[in-house]
């Protein structure tokens, strides 16, 4: 019987602390991503993710069947940006955010194995958006992030305080995306109980002149 790995207990930076930022060195990662544009709370959204997740089942499958190596599949996670990112901490006018929703895969998950999966799936029950998937690489580095509980809607406070105040006054300044975990499934969890990971790349200050 193969050992299962949960890479959420094994790379620290899948845990956050509620009511705290912390500065933390994220690993290079691979992922399953797609990118869209525009409000969450659409069918838009919704065909993002129903790509990913057959995609993510078929490939721990196969890595157990194939290579004897089984894992827990990861929760979704995203990045965010807009032209103007205070459309996150201040207008919250969703119609103007970019994303690419995303599922972490182990790094011995190579081409060979993503367009196999591909094909299994598309001869089934082909979800909307399965040609749109990509096989990825996310190299944040340094980073700031915090635990969110609550709805998504709650967050502008918190993503405030990380950009305007702990970020500059620890002589850092934003340089990425912003990136969400969701620890939780939204489809099944009451929003007051989503367990979020909030994290923003950061580099740092430039010096005064």
């Not at 544009?37 to 721990?60: C, I, Q, R, V």
């Not at 909307?128 to 509980?149: F, I, K, N, P, Y």
């Not at 850092?172 to 009451?190: N, P």
């Amino acid at each position: 019987m193969t050992d299962k790995t949960d890479f959420k207990r094994e790379i620290d930076t899948y845990r956050a602390s509620r009511g705290r930022f912390d500065v933390v060195d994220v690993p290079d990662l691979r992922y399953l991503m797609i990118d869209g544009h525009g409000d969450p709370n659409t069918p838009a959204f919704t065909d993002a993710a129903e790509a990913l997740y057959p995609l993510a089942y078929k490939l721990k499958f196969a890595s157990k069947r194939t290579l004897g190596r089984d894992y827990v599949v990861m929760p979704l996670e995203a990045l965010w940006w807009a032209d103007d990112m205070a459309t996150f901490t201040a207008l919250r006018d969703k119609s103007r955010w970019d994303w690419t929703l995303m599922i972490m895969v182990p790094d011995w998950i190579d081409e060979e194995m993503f367009a196999g999966a591909v094909e299994q799936v598309a001869a089934g029950d082909r979800p909307r958006r399965l040609d749109d998937v990509r096989l990825g690489a996310l190299s944040e580095g340094r980073c700031v992030q915090t635990l969110h509980v609550g709805s998504h809607d709650d967050e502008a406070p918190v993503l405030a305080r990380m950009h305007h105040e702990f970020i500059p006054g620890n002589g850092l300044r934003m340089v990425g995306k912003h990136h969400e975990i969701y620890l939780s499934d939204f489809r099944r969890t009451a929003p007051e109980k989503l367990r979020t990971i909030l994290r923003q790349p950061v580099g740092p200050s430039a010096p005064a002149r």
